[in-house]
């Protein structure tokens, strides 16, 4: 069964927010895990693509944009993928930016959602909480103090 992680952020700024991403894909990379990064916001997912880059000074997080109706096929040597769309059959660690429950959540092995204090994203948070619990998923809470801008 998926074990959902909620990482509650102490902030309304959506750079902490995507900072956070980027800190919580490097190390899942560095783990060994297939990442699979989900917004259903296209400007979010391209803001998120140039972080990939430059969060941290010396260093990036090897990543590929895949179209939303891309049809991936496993074959990507990319740790990391992004996209609004469905994710390749090799992931098997999902960030969730979207506003909903993502309809293949339940294929990886874990789901991190990341939550911050602005009222539509924290409302949204609640809403997949009450989903997944509902549901009898294995949930855990993580509060998280607003990082700095740097890497």
């Given at each position: 069964m998926t074990r959902i992680d909620f990482y509650v952020l102490a902030s309304t700024l959506v750079d902490y927010r995507?900072?956070?991403?980027?800190?919580?894909?490097?190390?899942?990379?560095?783990?060994?895990?297939?990442?699979?990064?989900?917004?259903?916001?296209?400007?979010?997912?391209?803001?998120?693509?140039?972080?990939?880059?430059?969060?941290?000074?010396?260093?990036?997080v090897a990543h590929r944009w895949l179209a939303a109706d891309a049809m991936p096929d496993g074959a990507d040597s990319d740790p990391v993928q992004l996209s609004s769309g469905a994710p390749a059959p090799d992931r098997d660690l999902l960030i969730n930016l979207a506003t909903e429950v993502p309809p293949f959540f339940s294929r990886f092995e874990r789901t991190l959602e990341i939550v911050d204090e602005s009222e539509a994203v924290r409302e949204a948070g609640r809403a997949r909480y009450r989903y997944y619990r509902h549901r009898g998923y294995p949930l855990k809470h993580h509060a998280v103090p607003a990082p700095t801008l740097r890497g």
């Open positions: 995507l900072l956070l991403v980027c800190r919580l894909a490097e190390k899942a990379v560095g783990q060994g895990r297939r990442v699979f990064l989900h917004a259903d916001d296209e400007g979010l997912l391209r803001t998120l693509d140039d972080r990939l880059w430059d969060f941290r000074a010396n260093s990036f």
